[in-house]
């Protein structure tokens, strides 16, 4: 069994003639943040913006309609292509599993380094209506078999449309235990009263600038957090910026 380099994403087709089928469905969204719902303002929020930037989008190479009936049986739900594309055979679209829900198959699988897990998520920031890309989470460094995802058609009756090129997942890595290891605790459970006094006196600051001051700059807007610092202007260590 082959083992994956660490900060690797690898794919792995069933066959060498489905090569060419990763390009046209692997989208890496480094870089790719505009979204064509957002106004100019929503790009001063550096949290979406970083979020439109976040994992491996999946493309349909087909365009497709859906309808479900609202029952739990695979032919409950249909699907219709409408538009095979240029290569019916990278990918396949079915109601496999009942419950509304859509199967879409590659040819290839995705592989992580040790320890690695792949969160499957809706394209982050965007949606088609009517459906929703169901959240996995797979342990794919010991994955070696098909990479499936699938989505849920969410109102019955009612007729969705995908369009070729659209974006119908995602695919995200996490250190495995990563998530699960954390613990909710109230901070005033772990630290000084006085401590907390001093990051509510921040919170504090920062609410009644962005209430007064900022509210007198351009798109109202003082982007402190953007900028990364605080309302004192101390600036965050290994603030993230925008990728390039």
């Known amino acids: ?91 396949s679209i079915t109601s496999h599993f009942g419950m509304g829900v859509i199967t879409v198959q590659n040819r290839f699988t995705l592989r992580t380094p040790p320890g690695v897990n792949l969160i499957t998520i809706n394209p982050p920031n965007y949606w088609i209506d009517g459906v929703h890309h169901m959240t996995g989470v797979v342990e794919a460094d010991n994955l070696r078999r098909d990479f499936t995802f699938n989505l849920k058609l969410t109102r019955a009756n009612f007729e969705v449309h995908v369009k070729k090129g659209e974006l119908i997942g ?9 998530v699960d290891s954390f613990h909710l605790k109230k901070g005033e459970a772990l630290f ?43 600036s965050f260590d290994d603030h993230q910026k925008i990728f390039k």
């Open 192 to 234: 000084a009263e006085s401590a907390i006094e001093e990051e509510r006196k921040a919170m504090r600051d920062f609410g009644q600038e962005r209430a007064t001051e900022d509210k007198l700059k351009p798109r109202s807007n003082g982007r402190r957090y953007f900028k990364g610092e605080d309302v004192y202007g101390n």
């Open 1 to 91: 069994m082959i083992t994956i380099p660490e900060r690797h994403l690898v794919t792995i087709c069933e066959d060498r003639r489905y090569e060419e089928s990763v390009n046209l469905i692997l989208d890496p969204l480094k870089g790719h943040k505009q979204r064509d719902w957002f106004k100019s303002h929503a790009y001063f929020c550096l949290p979406l913006v970083i979020g439109n930037q976040y994992g491996f989008a999946i493309r349909s190479l087909k365009e497709f309609s859906a309808i479900w009936n609202g029952n739990n049986s695979p032919n409950d739900t249909s699907v219709e292509i409408l538009n095979h594309g240029d290569h019916p055979e990278y990918q």
């Open 170 to 178: 995602c695919v995200l890595p996490t250190p495995r235990h990563f």
